[in-house]
């Protein structure tokens, strides 16, 4: 249509990390007006406000980085197999300078809401500071682990002390040494953070609510040949991560757990175990995830590993995971992170023995004693996937808000519209294949650029999903969960969060088929002119 007003932008991009930085890209090269609004200074998503002491990948840093640019392949060197936050944040900020992303992005522009106008076809975008915009289409970049939580514990502002959620991490360095510091919480972002901060804290005390099966990372150098001959295999690892189930570099065995020996099973294990990253979780018998009794017997094995690590068996039962199997929550990957509570300067309190009743203004009360900190850092995680759009009042036609919507569970086409909210487009939203998040958000940039190329050059103003293909897809997704013991662990894959009001009822919150299927059933969907979709 000729006869709409037309909207100071074509699109706009809410967040500026690897999704929202590569969206720009692509829109760019076809022609579009386009502005990324970001609530931080600089680029970078994850990895720009993850900066916690021990923050780095547990996927290949050379699997995880950009695809698109040979030039950028060819120049870029990793100094580790799992790089730091330093390195990747430098990394990114080196993607924006090569391609000069920065004059598109405004920084320190949190979003406030975004409310469709049926009658003008476009997006009104206001900020925190009261600042707004117009746009035809509005894209979300905001990352499936962006919105923390704290926990809900009396007095957390009355501490005198330095506290931090890991996520809110201070620019400027942190000493531990000769402090006593407390953690609460033990998945992947405490694990990390708990094995840093040993090292130097005059003592720390660990505040668990629910272990995890934690497996080692076996982090190393690069150095310049291996840097060499990785650069040499780009091709051959990229294809790679577009064939296996997740997009990682690992994928499962084909056997199953008893179709070998014991003997055979045990020493696949002991090698998955000393092999460094995913492997153990992503490349181990393609049975662990769905049959019982093999998820017993590895859960076995790995509790057995933890046992022989930690030298108190009473805390090393502690550590071990009783109310879910391993692989059926996300595996934290960790360096001397179980030798940590060998050291006499580590203690590790059980909340379900002992619950916190209270942060003080010297420390935590718990129901047995009271304990006195110079630092406590909330490692308590995130309001996954769906909450950084909760976050956002996202209202469409009729002014439906988007968390209403999603109020019983997200509802989706492909994870990347929602009937009821034309014109919006999600990077890295519920009901897609997540993984290794940049393969995905590689092939859902270029999915999101392709449809806004087709619009453009037939001219359409307004994108919506048919609901009954919503409805569809929503059911395929959650049929793809049964029989997955993942989804019947309370988890941020399965949208449970305790810290988070209405968010405790489990929901089938990420496509669990593999990467290729989701990739072949979006890209059939574009091949006929986006079946499933009203555009006008």
């Known amino acids: ?28 090269e076809l022609g579009l007006k386009v502005r990324v609004l970001e609530a931080g200074t600089g680029v970078g998503g994850t990895w720009y406000w993850n900066r916690y002491p021990g923050a780095r990948f547990d996927s290949e840093s050379y699997s995880y980085a950009f695809s698109f640019s040979k030039d950028l392949l060819d120049e870029w060197d990793w100094s580790e197999h799992f790089a730091g936050q330093p390195e990747t944040l430098r990394y990114l900020n080196h993607v924006a300078d090569k391609f000069d992303l920065r004059k598109d992005i405004q920084f320190r522009s949190r979003v406030k809401s975004a409310h469709w106008r049926d009658a003008t076809r476009i997006w009104d975008i206001t900020l925190g500071d009261g600042s707004t915009f117009t746009s035809r289409f509005m894209i979300t970049a905001v990352g499936p ?84 001959k990785i650069r040499a295999g780009y091709p051959e690892m990229f294809q790679r991560c577009q064939e296996t189930f997740s997009c990682f570099l690992h994928t499962p065995d084909p ?40 998820n017993a017997a590895i859960s076995d094995f790995v509790a057995r590993k933890i046992r022989q690590r930690v030298k108190n068996q009473k805390t ?19 360096t001397k992170y179980y030798e940590a509570y060998n050291q006499d300067n580590v203690e590790l309190v059980d909340i379900n023995e002992t619950p916190i009743e209270r942060i ?10 009271e304990r006195a900190f110079d630092i406590i850092v909330y490692a308590t995680g995130f309001d996954a996937i769906t909450g950084s759009f909760d976050r956002i009042d996202i209202r469409g036609i009729g002014g439906q808000r988007l968390k209403d919507r999603w109020k019983h569970g997200p509802e989706t086409y492909l994870g990347m519209t929602v009937d009821g909210f034309p014109n919006m487009a999600m990077l890295v939203g519920p009901h897609m294949a997540l993984g290794n998040i940049p393969r ?5 940039v270029e999915w999101v650029a392709d449809l806004m190329r087709y ?9 919506e999903p048919e609901p009954d293909q919503v409805q569809a897809w929503t059911d395929h997704v959650k049929a793809l969960g049964e029989g997955n013991l993942l989804f019947e ?40 002119d986006y079946e499933g979709m009203a555009l006008v």
């Not at 619009?455 to 994108?463: E, P, Q």
Request: net charge positive; aromatic share 8%; with cysteine.
């Open 360 to 369: 003080t203004p010297s420390g935590i009360k718990t129901s047995d004693t």
């Open 316 to 334: 090393a039962e502690k550590l071990i995971p009783k109310n879910h199997g391993f692989g059926t929550r996300r595996v934290p990957m960790e």
């Open 455 to 463: 619009a453009r050059d037939r001219k359409v103003t307004r994108i």
């Open 145 to 228: 682990l962006s919105a923390p939580t704290m926990p809900n514990i009396p007095g957390v502002d009355s501490f005198k002390g330095q506290s931090c959620h890991t996520a809110h991490w201070p620019h400027e360095p942190v000493s531990f040494e000769g402090k006593r510091v407390a953690v609460i919480g033990t998945g992947a972002t405490g694990v990390q953070t708990i094995q840093e901060v040993a090292k130097t804290a005059k003592h720390l005390t660990v505040f668990q609510r629910t272990p995890n099966w934690c497996a080692p990372l076996l982090n190393s150098r690069i150095d310049t040949e291996e840097m060499t």
């Open 489 to 528: 662990v309370n988890s941020w894959m399965t949208g449970v969060n305790s810290n988070v009001e209405g968010k405790q009822v489990r929901i089938v919150n990420r496509y669990s088929g593999s990467a290729p299927d989701w990739r072949a059933k979006c890209t059939a969907v574009a091949e006929k």
């Open 1 to 28: 249509m000729t006869d709409q007003p037309s909207p100071q932008f074509d699109a706009i991009v809410i967040g500026a990390g690897m999704s929202g930085m590569y969206q720009l890209l692509k829109l760019r």
């Open 440 to 444: 995905t958000i590689e092939f859902n």
């Open 255 to 294: 056997r199953a757990t008893f179709e070998v020996s014991d003997e055979e099973r045990e020493a696949f294990w002991e090698k998955l175990y000393a092999s460094p990253g995913f492997g153990i979780w992503l490349g181990n018998f393609r049975d662990i995830l769905t049959d019982r009794k093999a």
